[in-house]
């Protein structure tokens, strides 16, 4: 057990360790050339950026863990880097709920589709991801592992609310849309395949401690494998027609009210 913990922080201060790393990186080396103007983007979205990081350590606080959360900074590093490649996208507007509160027009029109949305998406996460489960887990052989999942969980529901929300909402949400799917999708100009290859590097993350489920390399099963990617694509989807506000509530709902219905 002490091995499979000091793996899981090694991992995580690494994960951290590179996004400060790579945030350094373009501060210095977009002082000149062909890097300035991202560089000039990316200083551009703190405000968002600290927003966002600020409620991923205020998700943690809630959900009993301490203040003091080194992860919030990977946090902020990635939604500097991501809403900078975002809003380099045409036509794309990544924070439209936050968008509407800035211009104070239809606030109440831009969070009430953003709940319902996120809220009709749970029963579509649930089919897709139920479905790819069980027809990989006859395919591999494998049994469901979700209560081993569920066990690193608060025992309190609310609590379970705000670590689903920091983490498979803010986090996930954070690194595999607002960060890889945007990146994917400036290269690609291919919403698509940006979508489907940003899914397939989420679900890969399961396989590494960094999910904080199970907790050493490539213990996650190739069953849960391509539920996640499926998911992902969902997620992805949302995330490309909606933006990130309506992928992190959707995907923390999605996660959230099974836990209350079965756990």
Known sequence: MEGR???????????????????????????????????????AQWRPALVIAALFVLGMVLAGESLLNPY??????????????????????????????ARRERILHSVGLMLL????????????GSVGLSIAQQIFGEVSR?????????????QVFFALLAGAGIAEETIYRLVLLSLLWRWTRRRWLSTILSALVFAAYHLTPLNGMYRTFLQF???????????????????????????????????????????
């Not at 373009?26 to 000149?32: D, E, H, M, P, S």
């Not at 949305?117 to 897709?128: E, M, R, S, T």
């Not at 990617?229 to 995907?251: C, D, P």
Request: charged share 10%.
């Open 5 to 43: 913990a000091s793996e899981v922080v090694v991992a995580n201060l690494l994960f951290i360790a590179f996004w400060i790393s790579a945030v350094a990186i373009l501060l210095v080396a977009g002082r000149r050339g062909r890097l300035q103007s991202f560089r000039s983007k990316m200083l």
């Open 72 to 101: 919030g900074l990977a946090v902020f590093c990635q939604a500097l880097i991501g809403l900078a490649l975002a809003r380099g996208i045409q036509d794309y507007e990544p924070l439209p709920v936050a968008r509407a509160f």
């Open 117 to 128: 949305v996120a809220l009709l998406l749970v029963p579509v996460a649930l089919a897709i």
């Open 146 to 158: 979700s209560e081993e999942a569920m066990g690193t969980l608060p025992q309190n529901d609310l």
């Open 221 to 263: 099963p190739a069953s849960q494998f391509l539920a996640s990617v499926l998911i992902g694509i969902v997620w992805g989807y949302v995330y490309v027609k909606r933006g990130y506000e309506t992928a992190v509530l959707a995907h923390t709902f999605s996660d959230w009210l099974p836990f209350l219905i079965f756990a």
